[in-house]
């Protein structure tokens, strides 16, 4: 029997309605399964808990969640309570960069039955891979002079190592799948760090013979993903533009409600983080229309990074009979609730 | 009779193919007016030009641009030929910094009989006012350490001044629209950067208690304007923001070959700049597939500056009509060519 122990944050919004639904899911794999049992850690970390604190989480959380195989977290932020900057550097990205979960993986593919905005339903099925840990999302700058005089600076900052280690990421995923990678870049525009990316992913390229490769630019890339997303297979990207792929992924998918994303501790000294791609959506909270598709996902991910494709695989499959059958939240043009979804998924398991 | 002097770059690629026929559109709109007239320098300023010169444009092209009313661009860059950053930094963005056009707009809308990826036609109508001279875009950083230890470090600069300059453009824009303005942030994760843009937005927003605002993280943006476009009316957007929701503009709009901008200089020191939003396409060079409707709405927003709007409103009625009939570059679903499109257009006014 393995046991699997899970630090639980469900967060903020509807992460506390999305969370419970997965968590019965996964136990009820591990039934199934009867050699697998999860054992659940709650915490109550997120914009709450800092209005009550005046942190996101206890000095010792990072401590505390150590303890744990994975952390499945729901969302974080509520701009009403917390600025965001505060929440998410305080709790999310804080997770990502001390457990160094460097890795960030996307898929995106069409689901029957599922109303996308694209017209001609096209057979899109790609994994947007975004380094996870540096890049844009830097804590070095600041702000500096007075009012009109006012100015802010900020440095991202690229590593060769979390560089490298991102795209061959990608290279090896690609060579499970259909031997592709896209390169997403800026280098006409962002002077010195997009030249540096591409000359990365060239290097990298070089020890990846069989892979084919492209690099396109975040602009042309972004308008792309949606006239021809059944173009791309494994998208590499830093920080920023992974986080704009990602949701791009997600929209042409239907709703940004359905994908899910796994933060990867590739070194074995820290746990993995699997979390949707959706925010806390304060605006959608207590109507039951949270679509619990994407959190559900995520617990697929999970699944699948503990080696249990099997049971992986037969989740994504209960999420597919379940939406090919139109019972979906209204954001991908049905009409049943959070639970309702829920409960359809875990009756076909 | 007023004369407008045009300086005139193809650039590079498609330029070449897209730029002349809008010129003819111009001329003959002068002609039928009677009292404008056009008059172009021609200036072969490109990557063919850097492979002759070692640069993009001789040292003395800004004064010579200069005496210009306006640049009349087609596209920049060919990577077979030129790095990316040297050739755009040396030429495009060069003229964009020196010339001190700080605004660019970039007008997306549905075009009747375009084949656009999504799916039920939404009626949306946009305008992008992109910060256009600062921002991420920025020569600031550089590379250090070597092979494996190597890092790159980037800074955007963002100043007060530039940032309120735009967003008080798509503030008065946006009175004389639906009232309404969208502000692409990402402060959740651009840690000094964003906070520092939403704090201005806030206080331009004071200025304009007469129009709605709202602010949304670039990433749920990026995807929102596939899903549901037709919410989006003014939207103002840091410099890489704005080119990534200009693309997605286009994208949604059928194809990036459609998208107009025009580079605002609004000091009245310099001449502004009118280009297409799509690239130099080295890959179908030649073929007669090079969608010329984003130069020759381009040229409407050039008619437009100076004051031509009638002029202008006439053109884009020619290019409705145009796609309306079904006569356009297979990007958008046509099997026309861009001198017969450009012809058709012609013909109309
Ligand atoms: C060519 C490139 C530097 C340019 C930009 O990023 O500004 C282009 O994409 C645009 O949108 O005008
Ligand atoms: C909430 C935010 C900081 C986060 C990010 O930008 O990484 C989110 O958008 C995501 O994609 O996980």
Redesign the pocket.
Known sequence: METIRLAVIPGDGIGHEVVPGALKILERLAELHGGLKFEFEHYDYGCDYYLEHGEMMPEDGLEKLKESDAVFLGA??DVNKVPDHIS?WGL??KIRREFQQEINVRPAKVFDGVRSPLGSPKDFDLVVVRENSEGEYSSVGGRMFHEEHEIAIQSSVFSKRATSQAMEYAFNLAGSRSGMVTSATKSNGIYHAMPFWDDVFKEVSMEYPEVSTTSEHIDALSASFVTRPERYDVVVASNLFG?IL?DIGAGIMGSIGIAP?ANLNINGKYPSMFEP?H?SAPDIVGRGLANPVGQIWTAKMLLDHFGYEDLGGRLLKAIEDTLREGIMTPDIGGNSSTEEVTASILERL
């Open positions: 974080v932020g998410l999310l990205i986080d990602s994303s791609v925010g």
